[in-house]
Each structure stands twice: as C-alpha cells, then as structure tokens.
C-alpha cells in the first residue's frame, strides 16, 4: 500500500470510535486492515524456539531447549544447526536457550535460563562455530529470565535481567558485546513485591534503548513495569494495567522512542483470556493504560515495526494480532501459535524487507510481510 494510503487508513482508525464497549469484552478478531499472514519456514528442528534475533529479512538466530541455536542467512530457506559444542559431561537437557541477541551473521549470544548455575551467557563471533562461556551466575537464589542490548553505542551495552535476589530484581550489564559481565548496584531499585518475578517466555521482558531501562512483570496482580530513563542509577515502577497472577502479567515491554510504550501478557494458563492483557504508555512509561481493543488471548512477544510509526505486532500461543495506534486497538491476524516475535524494517538494521519473524513451538518459525503496509 502506498504511504499515503497507509496514512489515511491508519487516521480513519485512530478516529473511529472502538466497538469494544469494555476492555474484558472479548475482541473480535475481524480486522480492518489489509489481510495479513504468516508465511511458515521450515527449520527441521522440534524445539520450542522462544529466542528469535533477525537481523533482516533474510539473517536471523532463533534458540532453544537442549542448547538448540539456529541460524538462517537465505530469508529461512535453510538453517544451520550452530549450536554450542558441549563438554561431554555436560547434559545437552539442562541448556534452554530463551533469548539470543545478534549483531550480524558472525555475532550473537544466547542466555540459557534456570537456576543456579544453569543462569549462563555463551558467545560467538564466528558464527556460531564455536562458543566461549561469558557468564555463569553463581548466586543460587537468581534466575536470569531475558537479555536486551541498546542499539546506540555500536551496540556494546547490553543487560540481562534475573528475578529478585533479597527482594530486587538482579541486573547484570555487558560493556563489550557480552565478553565480560558485571552485576548492576541494585541501590536504586524499588523492592519487588513478594511472589513478583518475570517471564523468560520470549525473551522480552526487558528493553533497553539509549540509556532507557524496562522490566516488565508478573507473579503479583497486576503485572508492573520497571524503568529506568539513567541507565539503571533510579527506578521508579508503574501499574502495568495489566492483569497479573501466579502465571500471568506483563511479558514483554517495547518502546519506539522516548515516550512511546507497549506492554503485552496475560496467563499463560489461559491462552484464549484476553482480560487486561495489553497496555500503552505515552509517557514514557510513568503511566499505563488498558487497550480499548485486546489482543484475542493471552500474548508472549510484542515488537514495533520499525519505520512505521505506531504499528506493532503481538504473538502468543493463541494467536497474533496488530496494532496501527500504538497499541490502542489490537486486530487479529492469526490464531495459530507463537512465542516471540521481531521485526525488522528499512529504518531498522536492514534495508531489506519490512516484516516481521515469528518463533514458537516445535520448531515452528515464520515470516509476516509488511511491505503492503
Ligand atoms: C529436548 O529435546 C527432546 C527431543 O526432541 C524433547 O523431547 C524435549 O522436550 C526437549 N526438552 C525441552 C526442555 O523442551
Ligand atoms: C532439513 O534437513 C535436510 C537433511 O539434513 C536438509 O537437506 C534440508 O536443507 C534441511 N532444511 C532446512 C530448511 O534447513
Ligand atoms: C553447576 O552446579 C551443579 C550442582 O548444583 C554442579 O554439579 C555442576 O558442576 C555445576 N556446573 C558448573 C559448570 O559449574
Ligand atoms: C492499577 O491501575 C488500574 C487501572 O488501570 C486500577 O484499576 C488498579 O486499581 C490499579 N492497581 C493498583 C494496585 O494501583
Ligand atoms: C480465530 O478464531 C476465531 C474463532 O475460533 C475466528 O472467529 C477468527 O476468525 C479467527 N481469526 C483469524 C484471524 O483467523
């Protein structure tokens, strides 16, 4: 579609009185939008892969459990199977890659979750030849959930992010590209509230832009959202909005900019219960407000299309849905199921295709053209 076209659909949205009466009212999934949908990829792999790092159209990491890590460089034609080489003691099983963050086709690094010293960081340079060790937490009572490098900075400073350890949330950061890791001071840090923690559900749980710190989180109701605009010195936390539970509550937090937030959940016990499960924030994160129109059920991943303004994407194991107004109003374009989800665009590392990449379960990884939009 063309850019003026695009403009004028998306303002007759925004001025459109919603349908949904109350936000709890079921949305309905018909969407006024152009017909969109996933075009599946095929990657020989039956592993749930959560972790999802596209650098294009055509480059992208996904990971996994038993230490799975693939890589595509021909838009997913064919995937290489670069995952880590293992001591021979060490039990492929006890390696669940969540998040992996890339810089090229060469760099990247996956965050294995878990307990203990399961809470691991591996790197490569070499396209995934081989992997050296950068990171092995030691502290029993963390466990490291998602990780997030700032694009700034030729992209050097990156945090990954573990539950509460005595009551805050455990940060640690990376100068160099992930090589070396130290632990954030959690001086600043509001306390979390017993039972709170966040989801390692798809590797977005926190977002870290130009100095610009997010945590998103569940386990209490409602889920809250963490920030930090001074790389990591203060915090404040804001009621997400979003309804929170023993499974449930704030899974992923996106900003496009300064001020301009989304924030995506529900309970992953109920994949089709679409109660408060996605908010909005023009504030830059100080105040959040419930969508008129829901995501059709519980939703992993979020991620804004780059270079187009106020357009973002929500998957989960329920479905996908899209937003035109910054994440006032969901329209679903799928039912089928997803964990994580990024996009990538022409203002984004690529000039390649706009479009979003789409991971999930067994082995499941798919491509959603944007180039109509
Ligand atoms: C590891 O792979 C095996 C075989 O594909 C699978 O049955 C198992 O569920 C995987 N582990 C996890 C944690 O997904
Ligand atoms: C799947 O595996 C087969 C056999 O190893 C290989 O020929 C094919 O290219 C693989 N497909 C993908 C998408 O990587
Ligand atoms: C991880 O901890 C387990 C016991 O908790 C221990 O057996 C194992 O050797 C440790 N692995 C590493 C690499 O430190
Ligand atoms: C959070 O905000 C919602 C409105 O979005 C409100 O109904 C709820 O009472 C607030 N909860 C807390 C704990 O402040
Ligand atoms: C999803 O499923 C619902 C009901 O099962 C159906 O009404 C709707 O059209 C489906 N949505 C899409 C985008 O396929």
């Given amino acids: 579609m063309e850019p003026l076209l695009w403009w004028l ?29 996933w075009s599946l990829v095929l990657t020989n792999s039956t592993q749930q892969l959560r972790g999802l790092a596209p650098l294009s159209d055509k480059v992208a990491w996904v990971s996994g459990p038993n230490a799975t890590v693939l890589r595509t460089i021909d838009a997913g034609r064919t995937w290489a199977d670069v995952s880590p080489a293992l001591a021979a003691w060490e039990n492929r099983a006890d390696y669940q890659f969540r998040d992996v963050h890339a810089w090229s086709a060469k760099a990247a690094v996956v965050l294995s979750i878990g307990e203990g010293n399961a809470s691991r960081i591996y790197r490569t340079q070499d396209g995934g030849k081989t992997w050296e060790r950068t990171f092995v937490n ?3 009572t963390a466990f490291f959930d998602c990780l997030a490098f700032e694009e700034g900075g030729y992209g050097r ?31 600043g840090m509001p306390p979390a509230l017993e039972g709170e923690f966040a989801f390692a559900a798809s590797g977005s749980c926190i977002e870290a832009k130009a100095g610009r710190w ?12 963490f920030r930090s605009h001074d790389s990591g010195k203060n915090w404040q936390v804001a009621n997400s909005s979003i309804a929170g539970g023993a499974a449930a509550g704030v899974f992923s937090v996106r900003f496009r900019d300064a001020k301009t937030g989304v924030a ?23 105040s ?14 979020v991620s804004w299309v780059a270079g187009r303004r106020d357009v973002a994407v929500a998957v989960g194991t329920s479905g996908s849905d899209i937003t035109v107004d910054g994440g006032k109003r ?11 989800v990024e996009c990538v665009g022409w203002y984004g590392y690529s000039m390649g295709a706009r479009g979003c990449w789409a991971s999930g379960a067994k082995g499941k990884v798919a491509w959603l053209d944007l180039g109509r939009l």
């Fill in 9 to 37: 659909l998306a303002t007759l949205l925004y001025l459109t009185p919603s349908t949904t009466a109350h936000p709890s009212v079921s949305s309905n999934p018909q969407s006024p939008l152009p017909s969109l949908s």
């Fill in 138 to 140: 030691d502290e029993p």
């Fill in 157 to 187: 400073h990156g945090l990954a992010l573990s539950d509460p350890v005595n009551g805050r949330f455990r940060l640690i950061e990376s100068w160099d590209w992930g090589k070396s890791w130290k632990l954030v001071d959690p001086e």
């Fill in 214 to 225: 997010y945590i998103g989180s569940g386990g209490v109701d409602p889920g809250r959202i």
């Fill in 264 to 286: 995506i959940g529900g309970d992953y016990e109920k994949p089709t219960g679409n109660t408060k499960n996605a908010a909005w924030s023009r504030d830059g994160g100080a």
């Fill in 288 to 301: 959040w407000h419930v969508a008129e129109r829901l995501p059709g059920g519980y939703r992993s991943g």
């Fill in 330 to 340: 969901w329209y679903g374009i799928d039912n089928g199921s997803f964990d994580a």
